[in-house]
Every structure is written in C-alpha cells, then in structure tokens.
C-alpha cells in the first residue's frame, strides 16, 4: 500500500503537477513568464519571416506561410535547448518541446496574424512603414494578454510549460 501510495506522488511532480496546481497569484507569475517564453521564439521568427517575405516582394500568403512556420521553429527551439541544457538527449527534448509549446505557438500565432490581417492596410505595408511594425509589435502583444489564461489553465493541469518547467 506505502508503494502504490508513494507512486501516485512521484509521477505528477515529474509532470510538473504537484508545484503548478494552484490558482493563486503565482500561477498568474508562472503563466505570465511561460507566454513571455513563447512570446520570445513567436517574435523572433515572426519577425524574421515578415522581413524576409516583404523584402523578397512575396505575396501576402506566402509570407505569412513562411513567419507562421519561423515562429513554430523559434519558439520551439527555445525550450528544445532550455532542456537539452538539463540533459535530456535529443528525441526526450523534442517531445517536451512539442508537448511545452504546441498550443502556446498556435494561439498566439492565430491571434497576431489574425490582427495583422484585420488592420486595414497592414498586410500590404513595407518595411519602412510605421503600419507593419504597429500591427506587428501590437498583435504581438494582444496576443500575450489573450495567451496567459491559455498557459495559466495548461500549467494548472500539468500540461504545456508544467512539462518543460520540470526540467528547468
């Protein structure tokens, strides 16, 4: 019995439960810090995809296609080297990843391109424009605020940075 009682204890701290169940203002801090996490990876290869696309003169679609795909890749290589850092091998490391960001990137992806698409003229705006870097940076950071209740639910339950949190 001791046994049993001492396994159903181990299993869910491994998988991040025991430390992030609460609803308190910590988990509000740890969703906040986990979205930032995302946020980070998303932006960058955001970003990146937006200034290459429309440097290169591509359409709207294959753009947007090629940001989408540099964010998933950002974003996911953020938390893939947090924990090949704490020794996980290769293949551990890639499902943590998966398994930490897939939702986050997604929501925060749908919702900052969603917001570039709906601001009149942004997706046709240059570089040089003041329009592409305001809806960029404020779809960006919309998509924060609508993205933490996400991770704040995922972590309560175990799921999306609980996972990578356990290795850091």
């Known amino acids: 019995m001791d ?15 025991g ?13 906040a810090k986990a979205t930032l996490h995302c946020l980070t990876g998303c932006a960058v290869g955001e970003i990146l995809g937006m200034v290459i696309g429309t440097a290169l003169g591509w359409g709207n679609v294959p753009t947007m296609v ?3 795909a540099l964010a998933f890749l950002f974003g996911y290589s953020f ?5 090949r850092r704490a020794g996980l091998d290769l293949k551990a490391a ?3 990843a998966l398994a930490a960001d897939t939702v986050s990137i997604a ?3 749908l919702v900052d391109n969603g917001i570039i698409a709906l ?7 240059q570089l040089s424009d003041g329009l592409f870097w305001y809806a960029l940076i404020g779809g960006l950071a919309l998509a924060f605020v609508l993205t933490t209740p996400v991770n704040k639910w ?13 290795y850091h």
């Open 3 to 17: 046994h049993e009682h001492e396994h159903e204890h181990e299993q869910p701290q491994g998988h991040g439960h």
């Open 19 to 31: 430390r992030h169940h609460g609803h308190g203002p910590a988990s509000w801090a740890m969703a």
């Open 66 to 68: 090629l940001a989408v």
């Open 79 to 83: 938390t893939l080297f947090a924990v």
């Open 94 to 96: 890639v499902k943590v």
């Open 107 to 109: 929501v925060m992806e």
């Open 119 to 125: 601001v009149p003229g942004a997706m046709d705006a």
């Open 154 to 166: 995922m972590i309560g339950r175990g799921k999306g940075h609980a996972v990578a949190h356990a």
